[in-house]
């Protein structure tokens, strides 16, 4: 069982800029969630909304402005609401650097599948997978029309 989901893309974009999409919550509803219920700061626990595919609770672990943003989830298709801290999860992380040329490289990391109940741990990893193609490709779009 693959543990760890890893994908980098890179952004034309200062990393400030790369950083709010990630972490504030008027902006980060344009590529990722439909609606974001609550309080999006470390600690926390707001609630992710995918219209048609469900709600996710999160908790916000880190959020280091302009490099780093995590959050604890039960994987996408599960729509789990609830303590967040209560049951096993993913933890998914938004690395960001600057580059030379003026673009951010961005690293997205999601781990912790190994450690999910056996019957969820498998289609958890697939949907995701291609679940943050999908996502990661909205973000770069965000700002393709800059």
Known sequence: MQNVIRREITISAPAE?????????????????ETLEGEYSVGKQPVFGFGEHGRNQVYIVDARP??????????GANHFLGDVL???????EFRIEEQPDDTCKVTLTESGFAELPKEIMEDAFRQNSGGWD????????LFAGD
Do not use: C, N, Q
């Open 66 to 75: 302009h490099e780093y943003f995590a959050y604890r989830w039960v994987p």
């Open 17 to 33: 800029r790369v950083y709010a999409a990630i972490a504030d919550p008027e902006k980060v509803v344009r590529w990722f969630p």
């Open 134 to 141: 999908f996502m990661l490709g909205r973000l770069v779009k």
């Open 86 to 92: 209560s049951v096993k999860t993913t933890l998914v």
